[in-house]
């Protein structure tokens, strides 16, 4: 079955480390992004990439960094310059074209910086 | 600017009609979207709707688009208990990148 993957589910880090979060996708989706959820405040933007070896800041970049070296995999780590990094982290896919096809979402990773 | 905006909380009894309810700002928006999260999980996507239609059924499913108002709606029949999670409505716009805004998220309780 297609769909996307990320791992682990949960995580646990210690503050001043910097840890990477995984997403792969089977789906041939051209469009991969991160989005951050906290209680209360929805899903913000992190990055998006639309094609391989591409990719652009969203609305809260700061202290994050990614990569899209391959088609299938978007990996995302959170630095040590991320002030509160705790949260949970969805990566999502789509086709990319122009019609504005729907995102698909991962079961996301739970991360826990002490 | 675009802005999506939903009520935070809504309790039903099992077996009656749920409506959730969302405004958005943007008017170049082409396509909206309802998505439900159940707890510790990602986001499923449960229907969409063109910009230019009024209205989508889906089984038990309704959704209501009033693009005047920039109202959107999702009627829920015969609410079950396995309904009970969290619905984001979202909204995407046409442009060189077509972003997809979120919601804050409805959360859904059913009574049994």
């Known amino acids: 079955d297609g769909g996307i993957t990320q791992s682990p589910k949960y995580l646990f880090r210690k503050e001043g480390q910097n840890v990477t979060l995984s997403c792969e996708q089977n789906l041939n989706h051209d469009a991969m992004y991160w989005y951050r959820q906290d209680p209360g405040q929805g899903l913000r933007l992190i990055y998006y990439?639309?094609?391989?070896?591409?990719?652009q800041k969203g609305d809260i970049a700061e202290g994050y960094s990614v990569s899209r070296e391959k088609k299938e995999s978007f990996p995302l780590t959170v630095t040590s310059a991320q002030k509160n990094p705790t949260a949970f982290y969805l990566c999502?896919?789509?086709?990319?074209?122009?019609?504005?096809?729907?995102?698909?979402f991962g079961n996301g990773t739970r991360l826990t910086v002490t | 600017g675009e802005d999506v905006e939903q009520s935070l909380f809504l309790s039903v009894r099992e077996g009656d009609s749920s409506v959730i309810n969302c405004t958005y700002t943007d008017s170049s928006s082409t396509y909206l979207y309802w998505y439900k999260q159940e707890p510790g999980a990602g986001l499923q996507l449960l229907t969409y709707i063109f910009s230019n239609m009024d209205m989508k059924q889906d089984q038990r499913l309704t959704v209501l688009l009033n693009k005047k108002d920039k109202h959107l709606s999702l009627r829920i029949a015969d609410t079950q208990t396995g309904d009970s999670a969290i619905y984001f409505c979202?909204?995407?716009?046409?442009?060189?990148?077509?972003?997809?805004?979120f919601g804050i998220g409805t959360k859904l309780q059913v009574i049994p």
């Open positions: 979202a909204e995407s716009i046409s442009g060189g990148y077509q972003k997809v805004t």
């Open positions: 990439s639309q094609i391989v070896n591409d990719f």
């Open positions: 999502a896919s789509r086709r990319g074209d122009k019609g504005n096809s729907p995102l698909h």
